[in-house]
């Protein structure tokens, strides 16, 4: 399930989470996130519940810069308000990199 944090304090409240989540940040201009976008899906399956957030790359900079959101695609994995993960654009390509990282945080 993808939402979309739309201002500051969600952002602030949802990587506070007890239990890991991921963000991932994006444009709309971008189309390695299109293309994320289509196997997204079929990925998450594999990790269902969970907790997936979009955030727009060029409305969050700071935000962006402060997680060193250089690349996009990127999901970055938070728990309790710290980064514990980063998956960069450049290794964000195919479902099976993803699937790979999250791996690593939700089984």
């Avoid at 969600?10 to 007890?18: L, Y």
Wanted: glycine fraction near 4%; charge should be negative; hydrophobic fraction near 35%.
């Amino acid at each position: 399930m993808e939402k979309r944090i739309k201002n500051q304090p969600d952002f602030n409240q949802i990587i506070d989470s007890k239990e890991p989540v991921v963000i991932k940040f994006d444009t709309n201009w971008c189309p390695d996130c299109k293309r994320m976008g289509a196997f997204m899906g079929e990925v998450l399956e594999e990790f269902n519940p969970f907790p997936l957030y979009e955030m727009d790359r060029d409305e969050f900079q700071e935000i962006s810069s402060t997680y060193k959101v250089m690349g996009i695609p990127s999901l970055l994995v938070f728990k309790e308000g710290e980064k514990i993960g980063h998956l960069h654009s450049a290794n964000a390509k195919t479902p099976e990199s993803v699937t790979e990282f999250l791996t690593t945080y939700f089984k």
